[in-house]
T-cell receptor
């Protein structure tokens, strides 16, 4: 069973640029959630995708957008990067949208915005 | 809105027992989860409580009191490898998790 993978591991961008982060969900999982984790903080929910549709969104502006593909992998896109977007971006997959289900996290992408 | 409170830091010695508390305020409660995160690592699931009471998984136990909006994670027979951050998280009907700020546990020899 392959775990959740994310790419790239690290990324450095400048203010105003755009970035795409990728996530491959665990085999058999149809739900992917994205989180932003600032240093010393808990993960903050960005949005969730279930069977290619957005299924819930946190308090993030529209410049944060995403996609889920038929193979359940997912992308997080951030436009017009701001300094405060510097964080660890985590994706997590699960087998249903049910809350009690364990979410399996990937290792994250560390984004630095200069 | 939804919010969770947990202590920022806890220190204990190897072999001891430690309890990490979590209080929450949420509209529409869908269970309390606990995750462990080592420095530089991914959060990993530890436990989930939907109903009141104690859930035990090896050295770790988790407790929930919905009437008190309170839960805790109990770690027994502490080992050095248990040094990590521990997050409580509440769920919503859309499947999203709202995480607390995390408790850094330092286990000393």
């Amino acid at each position: 069973e392959t775990g959740v993978t994310q790419s790239p591991t690290h990324l450095i961008k400048t203010r105003g640029q755009q970035v795409t982060l990728r996530c491959s969900s665990q085999s058999g999982h149809n739900t992917v959630s994205w989180y932003q984790q600032a240093l010393g903080q808990g993960p903050q929910f960005i949005f969730q995708y279930y069977r290619e549709e957005e299924n819930g969104r946190g308090n993030f502006p529209p410049r944060f957008s995403g996609l889920q593909f038929p193979n359940y992998s997912s992308e997080l896109n951030v436009n017009a990067l701001e300094l405060d977007d510097s964080a660890l971006y985590l994706c997590a997959s699960s087998s249903t949208t049910g809350v009690g289900n364990e979410q399996f996290f990937g290792p994250g992408t560390r984004l630095t915005v200069l | 809105g939804q919010s969770l409170e947990q202590p920022s830091e806890v220190t204990a010695v190897e072999g001891a027992i430690v309890q990490i508390n979590c209080t929450y305020q949420t509209s529409g409660f869908y269970g309390l989860s606990w995750y462990q995160q080592h420095d530089g690592g991914a959060p990993t699931f530890l436990s989930y409580n939907a109903l009141d009471g104690l859930e035990e998984t090896g050295r770790f136990s988790s407790f929930l009191s919905r009437s008190d909006s309170y839960g805790y994670l109990l770690l027994q027979e502490l080992q050095m490898k248990d040094s990590a951050s521990y997050f409580c998280a509440v769920g919503s009907n859309t499947g999203k998790l709202i995480f607390g700020q995390g408790t850094t546990l330092q286990v000393k020899p």
